[in-house]
């Protein structure tokens, strides 16, 4: 039998989204990257530090905020794309205000007791206005992270994207190139008051997704937040490793060396851009499939996933091995320190793309409370083993620990999707028995 031709146009077709995907958040990834690099090589470490202290402690905070929601949302309403219907408007307003309202919740927190903690993140004084800096890249993030979701659900996933990871750094890094930026003070509210118009502009594009008239999909609040809590905890863990990286750089080394460690961690992060960009596309399909009752579809697309994982990422992830040096230079001269960091942290996360979409799999077919225990396990392990690596091991035990955590996550939820659902993530397939139940 000769073999088959394999149509480029089709292959493109066929993955047009994916790739779309990819190239957004690369293209979001190359934006922050370049931001780094700008910060880094005119105000040094320590700015690249405060910069990325505060912004980071705001987006992990966002996902405490709604990270299980938004998870929820992409699951639930989904559902009005497989009915050919539009959302509920009110369905969609009780989303944005339970957001909001946990936002709120954190902010009242962070006013009332956040000077502490930052003194403790900056070892010493808080920079000015970092309390409503920070504040206000939370609101907006949750805002972002929100609505995104909204329209990746509906299948807008190019625009979703844009809205969650594109606009604000691309916004921020015009603002720092074209020099209107005296120091890191001013880029940190350059990006608060972009992430609050971003969040603007997402609300009123979600808008015509959803409608008043009979026959919408009503999705109620209870519901959403019944399938949001367990997630939440997954939505923590995911996003909790480079900031608790980062945050026990700062506050037991000091703002220099959690520069350092987050140029590393950021370059790393790279690959990052193959797990959300395609997982932000299966994660409706799967849902879509699993509501359909269709796993060998599941087991498919959880096949597909993994396999674009790595094919992306190998060969991404040897070249910043290899040229480590060469990259961190980038930044100036002082963060070739960070060059065998950055070498540990890569191949953490290569492994851990590598491994395919197993949690996310878990938390779109149902089993919300296996990911649970598997998160509250794992961010256990983390919590306490990562200032005992940086007392230990300085900035190689951070990177070694933040490595090991979350590729033993991974590990777990891929002999959990094995053993629960039958889906082999690497090969596409399911067990007979379990796909026929």
Request: proline share 4%.
């Amino acid at each position: 039998m000769a073999p088959r031709k394999i149509d480029p146009r089709a292959l493109l077709k066929r993955h047009f989204q994916s790739f779309m995907s990819l190239a957004i958040r690369g293209a979001s990834v190359a934006a922050g990257f370049a931001v780094t690099v700008l910060i880094g090589r005119m105000f040094g470490p320590e700015a690249n530090g405060h910069y990325a202290v505060i912004t980071q402690t705001a987006m992990f905070l966002s996902v405490v905020a709604v990270g299980g929601i938004d998870l929820a949302v992409t699951r639930k309403f989904s559902a009005a794309v497989a009915q050919n219907v539009l959302i509920e408007r009110r369905s969609l307003m009780k989303i944005i205000a339970y957001s909001l309202m946990f936002a709120g919740i954190l902010v009242a927190v962070i006013y009332n007791g956040g000077t502490p903690v930052m003194k403790l993140m900056f070892k010493g004084e808080v920079p000015q206005d970092a309390i409503p800096v920070l504040i206000l890249i939370m609101i907006s993030r949750t805002l972002t992270r929100m609505l995104g979701a909204v329209l990746r659900s509906q299948k807008a996933y190019i625009w979703g994207q844009c809205i969650e990871v594109l606009l604000i750094p691309s916004i921020v890094l015009a603002y720092i190139a074209v020099g209107l930026a005296p120091g890191v003070e001013q880029v940190l509210w350059m990006t608060a008051l972009t992430g609050l118009l971003v969040g603007i502009a997402a609300f009123f594009t979600c808008l015509p997704y959803s409608t008043n008239k009979p026959g919408a999909l009503h999705v109620p609040m209870r519901e959403i937040l019944r399938v949001a809590v367990p997630l939440w905890g997954v939505a923590i863990f995911l996003n909790i490793a480079d900031w608790y990286g980062l945050a026990t750089a700062s506050a037991t080394l000091g703002i220099y060396e959690a520069g350092l460690y987050r140029v590393a961690a950021q370059v790393a992060g790279i690959l990052s851009i193959i797990t959300m960009g395609l997982f932000s596309i299966f994660s409706p399909q799967f849902a879509e499939a699993h509501a359909a009752g269709n796993m060998n579809r599941v087991a498919h697309l959880a096949g597909q996933a993994t396999r674009l994982s790595a094919f992306f990422c190998l060969p991404v992830a040897l070249m910043i091995f290899i040229f480590a040096g060469p990259v961190l230079d980038i930044f100036g001269p002082e963060f070739d320190q960070a060059t065998t960091v950055l070498r540990i942290v890569v191949v953490g996360q290569a492994i851990y793309t590598m491994t395919g979409p197993s949690g996310l799999l878990l938390a779109m077919t149902g089993h919300e409370r296996t990911n649970l225990v598997q998160t509250i396990g794992s961010s256990a392990i983390l919590l306490i083993s990562a200032p005992l690596a940086a007392q230990y091991g300085g900035l190689f035990g951070i990177a070694i620990c933040m490595s090991l955590v979350v590729i033993g996550r991974n590990l777990a939820s891929i002999w959990s999707v094995r053993r629960l659902t039958g889906i082999n993530v690497f090969t596409g397939t399911i067990k007979e028995k379990v796909a026929a139940s």
